[in-house]
């Protein structure tokens, strides 16, 4: 493992065996997040990124499970190991930011003894006065104001903005090496989410922890992410440095999702839109996966699906024909 990593994903293969037929929901991808950086992972709903990182987690349950891959964090493999000591790792070095807050917090106790039972799961020796304090520290640090009063509130007495608050805040308060943020503004008003990105990177610059963001936004990616993989069917199709992947898209499937991006003062013709939907995981087309929705597709595309190649120093493409098409000797 690179020193330089705090995770590497090599050969990751994560599959649903179903009486259909068996679902390659993560078929083969290779990832890396440096230390103190923010990696972004994007594409469509279904595309495999919350399976990704729920495979990082353990929770992928029946019946899918890891076929075959590495997991090394921290120049420890997670792969093969058992429940309970995994469960010493996530929670601790290990965070998660689940999607929706809503349905993340139990919706009969309170926030602040939800946060503070997640800090005394992972720290035996503080006692509970010592854990509310903390609690009161990481809700000021967060934002959420008022942090004594919110202490006794339920879930559903806070707003979106605020939950989400307090879900990064569980997620913080052992103060891990990763944090994995799996769509962290999704159904939040653009003025929380800016809010809830701003508190993302202050985090990282004050404890140096790295963040595994989950999105299907390139505006979120453009805000805070170093490095960009984009994924597709399963599949990681596009990786580069955030700018370079901006300047020189190289995949038809990258390029949709730009070009989907709503922008202030273009004209009033309709917003672009890839056709079609992901693929049915069971029944790919033959050859490239996306090659049934792109308007570059040729008829070598429905042949040959095409491996990672490097087209830039870090940037690969998994395409015959990239729109970039000044592939590295």
Known sequence: MDDRNILEIRGLRSYFFTEKGTVPAVDGVDIDVPKGSIVGLVGESGCGKSMTVRSIMGLV????????????????????????????????D???????????????????KQVREALMIHDRSISRA?????????????????PEKRLECYPHQLSGGLRQR????????????????????????????????????????????????????????????????????????????????????????????????????GSAERLHT???VVPNLLHLPKGCAFCNRCGYAEEACHKAGGELMEIRPGHKVRCIKPLETEVKA
């Open 61 to 92: 349950k029946y019946p899918g499970r890891v076929v075959e891959g590495s997991m090394c964090f921290d120049g420890r493999e997670l792969s093969g190991l058992r429940e309970n000591e995994l469960r010493k790792i996530c929670g601790d």
């Open 94 to 112: 290990i965070s998660m930011i689940f999607q929706e807050p809503m349905t993340s917090l139990n919706p009969v106790m309170k926030v602040g």
């Open 130 to 146: 010592e854990a509310d304090k903390k609690v009161m520290e990481i809700f000021e640090k967060v934002g959420i104001p008022e």
């Open 166 to 265: 307090v879900m990064i805040a569980m997620a913080m308060i052992c103060r891990p090496k990763l944090l994995i943020a799996d769509e962290p503004t999704t159904a939040l008003d653009v003025t929380i989410e800016a809010q809830i990105l701003r508190l993302m990177k202050e985090l990282r610059d004050e404890t140096g922890m790295s963040v595994l963001l989950i999105t299907h936004n390139l505006g979120v990616v453009a805000e805070i992410c170093d490095y960009v993989y984009v994924m597709y069917a399963g599949r990681i199709v596009e990786q580069a440095e955030t700018f370079e992947l901006f300047d020189h898209t190289a995949h038809p499937y990258t390029r949709g999702l730009l070009d989907s991006i709503p922008r202030i003062g």
């Open 274 to 276: 890839i056709p079609g």
